[in-house]
């Protein structure tokens, strides 16, 4: 036994070291040609290279990265020939203004203490991808309402499924920007207004804006009143025993190539560029589903280290009320 021990240990030494060690010229242009087949990637002749170089300085950060001594795995995904800079633009969203917190809700003492919970598969509705639009805020919101029709409401979750782009394209009168920019709670804001949130089928996700088509679409009826805003690790716990939660971040360029484990950084603890769902915990992380599709993290999904306040996480937590 000690044996074989001692052979799996040098094989996973042997590995890391052929990490840290830099490609050759040919090996990156396998591994790109290999990119484009997997993620069906088309470039006109003229951006190309530019594309090839982008791609190689991504492989190289995630093959460095992987060569350390790191809770979290990062990948290769269709994300990898974008700069940070294009990434952010294009995943990333506005998003600002006044957060009203809930004097109940700012670092809520928890009377009751629950095992880990996971609202996947009971009241998180599959990885929706937010597309290259300035959305997430819209899907933070309908990921939280979501939760709140099957677990408050008591309906089905296979009857849950609300619309982003109604938000996108309506939303404007709360102070949202559809693919510019939102918060949250100013969506939850005007699905309140509303009477109600359209379902996905009747109202379907574009990922550009349009003109407000709320008045002829199949609406659900939700809390009529203006959402909750809270701060603090023990609201958070607190919040998802009952519900998912819609929660804002900053999405560090380590986010781009995120694939697996427990997500530690870097990132920034004090600003906020991006709206995504706590679905659940455990005692070393939280888990959070993304709109970034299912091609992105695991599986649509990226564990975050509690206890640390990981990317601002703790700070701005909405949910209906």
Same mark, same amino acid.
């Given at each position: 036994?000690?044996?074989?021990?001692?052979?799996?240990? /040098?094989?996973?030494?042997?590995?890391?070291?052929?990490?840290?060690?830099?490609?050759?010229?040919?090996?990156?242009?396998?591994?790109?040609?290999?990119?484009?087949?997997? !993620?069906?990637?088309?470039?006109?002749?003229?951006?190309?290279?530019?594309?090839?170089?982008?791609?190689?300085?991504?492989?190289?950060?995630?093959?460095?990265?992987?060569?350390?001594?790191?809770?979290?795995?990062?990948?290769?995904?269709? !994300? =990898?020939?974008?700069?940070?800079?294009?990434?952010?633009?294009?995943?990333?969203?506005?998003?600002?203004?006044?957060?009203?917190?809930?004097?109940?809700?700012?670092?809520?003492?928890?009377?009751?203490?629950?095992?880990?919970?996971?609202?996947?598969?009971?009241?998180?509705?599959?990885?929706?991808?937010?597309?290259?639009?300035?959305?997430?805020?819209?899907?933070?919101?309908?990921?939280?309402?979501?939760?709140?029709?099957?677990?408050?409401?008591?309906?089905?979750?296979?009857?849950?499924?609300?619309?982003?782009?109604?938000?996108?394209?309506?939303?404007?009168?709360?102070?949202?920007? #559809?693919?510019?920019?939102?918060?949250?709670?100013?969506?939850?804001?005007?699905?309140?207004?509303?009477?109600?949130?359209?379902?996905?089928?009747?109202?379907?996700?574009?990922?550009? *804006?349009? /003109?407000?088509?709320? /008045? =002829?679409?199949?609406?659900?009826?939700?809390?009529?009143?203006?959402?909750?805003?809270?701060?603090?690790?023990?609201?958070?716990?607190?919040?998802?025993?009952?519900?998912?939660? =819609?929660?804002?971040?900053?999405?560090?360029?380590?986010?781009?190539?995120?694939?697996? #484990?427990?997500?530690?950084?870097?990132?920034?603890?004090?600003?906020?560029?991006?709206?995504?769902?706590?679905? *659940?915990?455990?005692?070393?992380?939280?888990?959070?589903?993304? /709109?970034? *599709?299912?091609?992105?993290?695991?599986?649509?999904?990226?564990?975050?280290?509690?206890?640390?306040?990981?990317?601002?996480?703790?700070?701005?937590?909405?949910?209906?009320?």
């Amino acid at each position: 036994m000690r044996v074989l021990f001692a052979v799996v240990l /040098s094989l996973a030494v042997v590995a890391q070291a052929q990490l840290a060690m830099p490609l050759s010229a040919e090996e990156e242009q396998f591994e790109f040609m290999s990119f484009i087949r997997t !993620f069906n990637k088309k470039y006109e002749v003229a951006q190309f290279f530019t594309r090839f170089n982008v791609f190689r300085n991504e492989l190289n950060a995630v093959r460095q990265h992987n060569a350390g001594d790191s809770t979290w795995e990062a990948g290769i995904n269709e !994300f =990898s020939d974008m700069t940070h800079e294009e990434f952010m633009a294009a995943r990333a969203c506005a998003m600002s203004g006044d957060f009203e917190y809930t004097p109940s809700l700012v670092d809520m003492e928890l009377l009751d203490a629950v095992n880990d919970v996971d609202w996947r598969g009971k009241a998180v509705t599959p990885v929706k991808n937010q597309g290259q639009c300035g959305s997430c805020w819209a899907f933070g919101a309908t990921g939280t309402l979501e939760g709140y029709n099957v677990n408050v409401n008591k309906q089905p979750l296979s009857n849950t499924d609300f619309s982003e782009q109604q938000l996108v394209d309506c939303a404007g009168s709360q102070g949202n920007q #559809g693919c510019n920019g939102g918060m949250p709670d100013r969506a939850l804001k005007y699905f309140a207004s509303a009477g109600g949130a359209c379902t996905q089928k009747s109202y379907p996700y574009t990922g550009k *804006g349009g /003109s407000c088509k709320a /008045s =002829s679409c199949d609406k659900v009826a939700n809390t009529a009143k203006s959402p909750k805003n809270g701060k603090g690790e023990s609201t958070l716990e607190g919040l998802l025993n009952t519900l998912p939660v =819609s929660v804002a971040i900053d999405a560090s360029s380590s986010f781009q190539r995120y694939k697996t #484990g427990t997500f530690t950084g870097p990132c920034s603890s004090t600003s906020i560029n991006h709206a995504v769902l706590a679905v *659940g915990y455990t005692a070393d992380y939280w888990i959070v589903k993304n /709109s970034w *599709g299912t091609g992105w993290g695991d599986k649509g999904f990226i564990y975050m280290k509690r206890g640390q306040n990981i990317c601002n996480i703790n700070n701005y937590l909405t949910v209906p009320n």
